[in-house]
Antibody
Framework: EVQLVESGGGLVQPGGSLRLSCAAS????????MSWVRQAPGKGLEWVAN????????YYVDSVKGRFTISRDNAKNSLHLQMNSLRAEDTAVYYC???????????????WGRGTLVTVSA | DIQMTQSPSSLSASVGDRVTITCRAS??????LNWYQQKPGQAPKLLIY???SLQTDVPSRFSGAGSGTDFILTISSLQPGDFVFYYC?????????FGQGTRVEIK
């Protein structure tokens, strides 16, 4: 089955760290750009970061630059998000998402995990 | 960053109604516009990509149109499972940005 399964969420104090993981299965993980997208409680969607198939390029939204690091292990079909210096405003469900562009170059998120909740609170 | 603005933020309609949701980009994005549906407690699901291409297995009552800065999502005949949230998203540049969402409610 083609799927993404996130793990690693939980409760953390402000200033703390957390490492999220996303396990991919059912497709050739090493062929795809991958992203993290988050959704604060009752709010909309916010793209956080993405990474090239070979891991050589990484991009971040400004609000997490210098605090979050996206990485991947193609041998283990896994995506990670290391989150440091966490703030209350980082509280959200974090989704792992596959990006697809095909031959057209029109990129979109065509596969999503169910998400993992990160709560930053004292 | 490109700002995406959806309107309305919410709408009320009945089963069988035709509804449209608008998405406006703060600068031209060509046809680099996607639409997602999100049900409560679930991950978003891709409906439309490249402004008007229907994703596989998405019912044909969903359609998209537009280019440049103005886009629309149309649901031709609302079904009970369609009363949820909808988001537009641009893939023209990094950072990827989403609209704030539109809630479709039962009248």
């Amino acid at each position: 089955e083609v799927q993404l399964v996130e793990s690693g969420g939980g409760l953390v104090q402000p200033g703390g760290s957390l490492r999220l993981s996303c396990a991919a299965s059912g497709f050739t993980f090493s062929n795809y750009w991958m992203s993290w997208v988050r959704q604060a409680p009752g709010k909309g969607l916010e793209w956080v970061a993405n990474i090239k198939p070979d891991g050589s390029e990484k991009y971040y939204v400004d609000s997490v630059k210098g605090r979050f690091t996206i990485s991947r292990d193609n041998a283990k079909n896994s995506l990670h998000l290391q989150m440091n210096s966490l703030r209350a405003e980082d509280t959200a469900v974090y989704y792992c998402a596959r990006s697809y562009g095909g031959n057209s170059g029109y990129w979109y998120f065509d596969l999503w995990g169910r998400g993992t909740l990160v709560t930053v609170s004292a | 960053d490109i700002q995406m603005t959806q309107s309305p933020s919410s709408l009320s309609a009945s089963v069988g109604d035709r509804v449209t949701i608008t998405c406006r980009a703060s600068q031209s994005i060509g046809r680099y516009l996607n639409w997602y549906q999100q049900k409560p407690g679930q991950a978003p699901k891709l409906l439309i990509y490249a402004a008007s291409s229907l994703q596989t297995d998405v019912p044909s009552r969903f359609s998209g149109a537009g280019s440049g800065t103005d886009f629309i999502l149309t649901i031709s005949s609302l079904q009970p499972g369609d009363f949820v949230f909808y988001y537009c998203q641009q893939s023209y540049t990094i950072p990827r940005t989403f609209g704030q969402g539109t809630r479709v409610e039962i009248k």
